[in-house]
């Protein structure tokens, strides 16, 4: 079993910045790829990054590509994301997710374990 535990969510106006942690206990964490994925009101859940174990390899969906950079350090057992030059369509509760294979990365239902998410809230 793995813990996921998301925060650094907030308020930001349009252009600003936010870094979320994911903070996972139990097992192994550099066992787990990382992924983060977001929930807008009525929207399915969609992938915004993901990262390998090692952190050699990283997505991103095109929506955020260029102002998104996933990371993590694996001797604190968190993985970041960090959302620069926000737009008020990146408002969503944000949720990390583990998964022990490194497959369909942009699939949610690849992923094992989920955190409860944080809310993050962009206005224009």
């Known amino acids: 079993q793995v813990q996921l535990v998301e925060s650094g969510g907030g308020l930001v106006q349009a252009g600003g910045s936010l870094r979320l942690s994911c903070a996972a206990s139990?097992?192994?964490?550099?066992?787990?790829?990382m992924g983060w994925f977001r929930q807008a009101p009525g929207k399915e859940r969609e992938f915004v990054a993901a990262i390998s174990w090692s952190g050699g390899r990283t997505y991103y969906a095109d929506s955020v590509k260029g102002r998104f950079t996933i990371s993590r350090d694996n001797a604190k057992n968190t993985v970041y994301l960090q959302m620069n030059s926000l737009k008020p369509e990146d408002t969503a509760v944000y949720y990390c997710?583990?998964?022990?294979?490194?497959?369909?990365?942009?699939?949610?239902?690849?992923?094992?374990?989920w955190g409860q998410g944080t809310q993050v809230t962009v206005s224009s």
């Open positions: 997710a583990a998964e022990e294979s490194f497959g369909t990365y942009y699939s949610p239902r690849e992923y094992d374990y």
């Open positions: 139990g097992r192994t964490f550099s066992r787990y790829a």
